[in-house]
């Protein structure tokens, strides 16, 4: 109950996980948000374009070329989505895993 986490491929903020955080927040209490992303993901470099051709699906992956912009984005959109507004914090990391260094973004 301290925690609610919500994984998916790429750790991007979609459709799915607005839903997820609006009935985590209105339903569940949470009040703040973390957004934790990593280096060498195991799709990295890789395009959507690639991505669509290797799965056949003609849906977007969300690929990530600049990982803290990326999550600046993910967490602007967050913070724009007028349901979400009771969230008292909003967070993100990106942990370098070559490195162990941890990029820490806080958006109020």
Sequence with gaps: ????????????????VLRSLALSSH?????????MQHTRRGLA????????????????????DDYVETLRADLQKIRDTPYLSILY???????????????EIIEA
Excluded at 2 to 12: K, L, M, Q
């Design 1 to 16: 109950g301290d925690a609610h986490v919500i994984r998916n491929a790429g750790g991007r903020v979609t459709d799915d």
């Design 45 to 64: 470099g890789v395009a959507n374009a690639e991505l669509a051709h290797i799965t056949g699906a003609g849906i977007d992956f969300f690929t990530i």
């Design 89 to 103: 914090e909003v967070a993100g990391f990106v942990l370098n895993v070559d490195s162990g260094h941890i990029t």
């Design 27 to 35: 339903a569940l209490g949470v009040d703040s948000v973390v957004v």
